[in-house]
């Protein structure tokens, strides 16, 4: 009997000993842990993306509240998360503007020339590397869809004009696809913005009918004729100026190619296209 | 092209000589090249000068040239029109100057200046340079515009200054040519024999050197035996019909029986590596003060049953080219600069025959090897046999798949000599020498 005896006293002593260390332990070592990081942690979407500039979610949440990071930097998420954050942070949600993903090439497989059949490694750069890219155009979409497979939301998928396209409502602007395209093709803009000049090439305008028939030429006639002035010509290629922009549409009527683009219409980032190249 | 069925090594018992019988020189890995049971090499052809000529300015990495001409001018066949530190741009044909191009492209991507020169019957001023200057030996090499071609583009003139300086014992002369045994260099040697000869000499002698070694692929028959019935003093090496033995850094281990560091040129082993071509033209260009205005091509594939080899003016298009062997391309045809495991394909037929164009092959559409765009390695290891450097294809085009260059390149990524030979053995048709070529480009443009 004395050893069982003798082994229970000597365990309940060693617990309580060892409790009281810990006890003493967690009152020296004691780190405070602001409860909100956790909160923010749980209110974010958890998908790790790193568009908002972070590590992942934690690591931005911890930014927000120790670094004053700003609240509304979640790409993924919607109003209704940010507005979670602000209010976790004690802040009024002033929003910002959400910015989504645009193609800024339509040289699909009509409009642009192709100087060869490609055979090879499913990848733009590679492709540019070896070849230059099947397409005539030196600042036109590739079109082997290295952007849709970086995206993280399933927001893109590849036309079957070989053109991405970007679902506007899936699109985050998390900025994968615009890092994964060698050739500055996806661009971030408001989500807003009322006209786009959706070509890329600073080639000159005789170069650019070369090569594809709905380029933008650099005739620049949409910036003489725009009321608003929204409208610049950098290297021969008009932007827009979306804090101008109206959306009256004056350039679309002059443009002569057809690269100047309204994007008001819904249809026009998920065009009946892709929907009959599912079905079919 | 079916090489697989054609891996049976020829015609080796058809050859009577001793040296033949012995061992060829070779590597290990690599892939034996189609070597035909019987075949003869057509005789070298010299096609007529075009009427237009595209002149890219661009041929050593290292050395910009100095435009010499003006648009409009009237100049002479073998003025110079561009001028290197140690190198010339010969005009290859007499006429006007019709264009300059300061963004032409070159197959490869890189920009470079182009000049067009069309034939014209207008007098011409009196006071234009002779082709080949009269003086010194060293003189007549720097007028030939030639620049040594067996690995990377260096002018002639500071390939020599090299050999000399680092006390070079053995030139080798590479008379191997990529993929057809039946090319121009074995051609050259077993038709213009003395030219070819005489130039090694006027090479060993230039350079410092003791000796040259002759390599030639031991199946061709011909070209050994003319070699040997020569009575050269060289020394006459035969190594073993396999891709992709011209190129420098295995020729240098089949001659040497060495295989030496990456980091080491063949300099440092007392050897240097020059083209049969070369050697051709420096004769020509010393002893009867003509300049390289031609280049020596092969013409294989498509149509045509035997490869064909002719002299063509540099500068001609492609499609000249073609037209006057009688090829076609129909579409979806390949045409490639350098072979079908490790060329250029071109899709512009105007494309100009420069130096630097060896070897023009036709694939036809049937015969087009269809890379697979969703394969994955499965580890066979066929790739890490066959690769010539001792690499390890599937890790460095998978590491530049992903996107980990610095893996690849710890995987000795720029080791890797692009001869194609991964990709071709691979059995799901990864196009590995296309991440490979990815992964190189992406490590320069970010140290860059
Ligand atoms: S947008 Fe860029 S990454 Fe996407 S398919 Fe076009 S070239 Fe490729
Ligand atoms: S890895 Fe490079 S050197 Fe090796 S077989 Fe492939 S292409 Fe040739
Ligand atoms: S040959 Fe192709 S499948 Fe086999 S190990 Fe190499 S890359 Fe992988």
Redesign the interface.
């Known amino acids: 009997m004395i050893p069982i005896l003798t082994a229970i006293g000597a365990m309940a002593f060693l617990g309580l000993l060892l409790s009281i260390v810990l006890g003493l332990a967690a009152k020296v070592f004691y780190v405070y842990v602001d409860p909100r990081i956790e909160q923010i942690c749980d209110a974010l979407p958890g998908a790790n993306c790193g568009g908002c500039g972070y590590a992942g979610c934690s690591d931005f949440a911890e930014a927000i509240v120790c670094l004053g990071a700003s609240p509304d930097g979640c790409v993924a998420a919607g109003a209704s998360t940010t507005e979670a954050v602000c209010s976790i942070m004690g802040l009024s949600a002033g929003l910002g503007e959400r910015y989504v993903a645009r193609i800024f090439c339509q040289g699909d497989e009509q409009k642009a020339v192709q100087?060869?059949?490609y055979?090879?490694?499913?990848?733009c750069?590679?492709a540019i590397?070896?070849?230059?890219g099947d397409k005539a155009c030196e600042f036109g979409c590739v079109g082997l869809g290295t952007c849709v497979r970086a995206c993280p939301f399933d927001a893109m998928e590849m036309g079957g004009n070989r053109l991405p396209l970007v679902d506007q409502n899936l699109c985050t602007g998390c900025g994968n696809c615009v890092q994964a395209c060698p050739r500055e093709i996806p661009l971030l803009i408001p989500i807003s913005q009322k006209t786009a000049n959706l070509c890329s090439s600073h080639e000159a305008g005789k170069t650019v009918k070369q090569v594809c028939s709905i380029g933008c030429i650099g005739c620049s006639v949409c910036k003489k004729k725009c009321p608003e002035g929204a409208v610049d010509m950098e290297d021969k290629l008009a932007v827009v100026n979306p804090a101008h922009c109206t959306g009256q549409g004056v350039c679309l009527e002059k443009c002569p190619t057809g690269s100047m683009v309204s994007l008001q219409s819904p249809a026009l980032e998920k065009p009946e296209a892709s929907s009959a190249q599912e079905t079919a | 092209m079916e090489i697989r069925s054609l891996q049976t090594p020829g015609s080796l018992n058809s050859l009577k000589q001793e040296s033949v019988r012995m061992k060829a020189a070779s590597f290990q890995g690599g892939l034996a090249l189609p070597v035909p049971d019987k075949f003869e090499s057509q005789a070298i052809t010299t096609l007529p000068a075009p009427d237009r000529v595209l002149l890219p300015l661009l041929h050593h990495p290292e050395q910009a040239y100095e435009l010499q001409v003006k648009k409009g001018a009237l100049i002479k066949q073998g003025q110079p029109v561009g001028e290197g530190v140690s190198s010339l741009v010969l005009a290859p044909i007499s006429g006007k100057v019709e264009e300059i191009n300061k963004n032409f492209?070159l197959p490869g991507?890189a920009l470079t200046t182009a000049i067009r020169i069309a034939a014209s019957d207008e007098e011409f001023p009196d006071e234009a340079p002779p082709a080949v200057p009269d003086s010194g030996t060293l003189q007549k090499i720097l007028g030939t515009g030639l620049s040594e071609l067996s690995e990377s583009p260096v002018p002639l003139f500071e390939k020599l200054r090299s050999i000399r300086s680092k006390r070079v014992r053995t030139l080798i002369i590479n008379c191997l040519d990529e993929f057809f045994i039946q090319g121009r260099s074995a051609a050259l040697a077993s038709q213009h024999t003395p030219d070819l000869l005489a130039g090694i000499d006027l090479l060993v002698q230039y350079s410092g050197a003791e000796s040259a070694v002759i390599t030639v692929y031991a199946e061709s028959a011909q070209a050994l035996q003319s070699l040997q019935e020569s009575g050269t003093k060289c020394h006459i090496l035969p190594v073993k019909a396999k891709h992709p033995q011209h190129a420098e850094k295995l020729l240098v281990t089949a001659v040497t029986g060495r295989e030496y560091d990456v980091d080491l040129t063949p300099e440092d082993l007392g050897v240097s590596v020059i083209s049969a071509e070369t050697a051709y033209w420096v004769s020509r260009a010393v002893n009867r003060r003509e300049a390289a205005l031609d280049k020596l091509l092969t013409v294989a594939g498509g149509s045509l049953k035997e490869p064909r080899n002719c002299f063509v003016r540099i500068g001609t298009p492609l499609q000249e080219v073609l037209t006057h062997l009688g090829q076609d391309i129909a579409d979806?045809d390949k045409v490639i600069l350098g072979g079908p495991l490790s060329g250029q394909?071109v899709?512009?037929p105007d494309t100009p025959v420069t130096q630097q164009t060896h070897l023009v092959f036709i694939q036809k559409k049937t015969d087009?090897?269809?890379?697979s765009?969703?394969a994955v390695c499965f580890k066979c290891g066929l790739c890490v046999q066959i690769c010539p450097m001792r690499l390890m294809p599937f890790l460095i085009s998978g590491f530049s798949?992903g996107g980990l260059y610095d893996l690849a390149e710890k995987n000795s990524l720029f080791t890797c000599i692009e001869c194609g030979c991964c990709a071709y053995v691979c059995p799901v048709n990864i196009?590995m020498v296309?991440?490979i070529?990815?992964g190189k480009?992406?490590i320069r443009a970010q140290r860059s």
């Open positions: 100087r060869f059949d055979n090879g490694a499913l990848d750069a590679a590397v070896s070849t230059g | 492209k991507g979806g394909a899709s512009d087009l090897h269809v890379f765009q969703d798949e196009p296309q991440w070529q990815l480009s992406a």
